[in-house]
Nanobody, 127 residues
Framework: VQLQASGGGLVQAGGSLRLSCAASGGTFSSHAMGWFRQAPGKEREFVAA????????SYADSVKGRFTISRDNAKNTVYLQIINLKPEDTAVYYC?????????????????????WGQGTLVTVSS
């Protein structure tokens, strides 16, 4: 599975942004999708995940209420809508994919849980 993230940019605090991640080379609807981010000097951290059908989502506590993950299986694309951006949201955002199995996607919060990764898109929030 190949992933291509896009949609990052420079945004003022309080603004909004929608990130996209286009998938190819696999059966998109058979994969749960995740978003992670890595701020300068910090480790990559889990942000959100969505089940293969789109019927379920999971979020890091730090982003609940401001981040919304969604997917369009007809377009092989997963999205991350971010509102009320804060300077601490500045990071490279990565999308990731993992084929469904018998475990719950809601437990897949570590970078080692996902075998497929996009190249990342930079979000910079100015104060």
């Amino acid at each position: 599975v190949q992933l291509q993230a896009s949609g990052g940019g420079l945004v003022q605090a309080g603004g909004s942004l929608r990130l996209s991640c286009a998938a190819s080379g696999g059966t998109f609807s058979s994969h749960a999708m995740g978003w992670f981010r890595q701020a300068p000097g910090k480790e990559r951290e889990f942000v959100a995940a969505i089940s293969w059908s789109g019927g379920g989502t999971s979020y890091a506590d730090s982003v609940k209420g401001r981040f919304t993950i969604s997917r369009d299986n007809a377009k092989n694309t997963v999205y991350l809508q971010i509102i009320n951006l804060k300077p601490e949201d500045t990071a490279v955002y990565y999308c990731a994919a993992r084929r469904r199995d018998f475990s719950s996607y809601k437990t897949w919060k570590g970078i080692s849980e996902y075998p497929y990764w996009g190249q990342g898109t930079l979000v910079t929030v100015s104060s």
